[in-house]
């Protein structure tokens, strides 16, 4: 039996949630992407196919690669969302646990004002 990387075990449910998450206009996606060194979220209208905003711990000044950074970039992402207009979310973990970095930031964009 051959052994799958986690990343392959990861794309797998990423593709099984994708199926069900749709975004659109008025209560777009939040997507998720964790690398080694940064944070990515985006907002993704799935109707039109757009990306309304996006952000990383890169426009953090003096933030890092854990939970604390994650929790700011979510409030960051709620800030820009606000300002949008934007009230209601749909959370897309990307196939990620949610624990560690990907709930502190969801929890962070709760805090900011967000609903999921």
């Known amino acids: ?35 080694l060194q940064n944070i990515y979220a985006q907002l993704v209208d799935d109707t039109e196919g ?7 711990l890169k426009k953090i000044k003096k933030s890092t690669n854990n939970i604390e950074g994650a929790k700011e970039l ?4 709620a800030k820009e969302a606000a300002d949008k207009k934007i009230k209601e979310i749909v959370f897309d973990r990307s196939g ?6 990907v709930r502190a930031l969801a929890e ?3 805090e900011g004002g967000l609903k999921f």
């Open 96 to 101: 990620y646990k949610y624990h560690g970095k």
């Open 74 to 77: 979510g409030k960051l992402i």
């Open 108 to 110: 962070g964009a709760r």
């Open 50 to 56: 757009k990306t309304l905003f996006s952000a990383s």
């Open 1 to 35: 039996m051959v052994k799958s990387s986690k990343n392959k075990l990861r794309l797998h449910r990423k593709r099984r949630i994708k199926a069900k998450v749709f975004g659109t206009a008025e209560r777009p996606r939040l997507c998720v992407f964790r690398s």
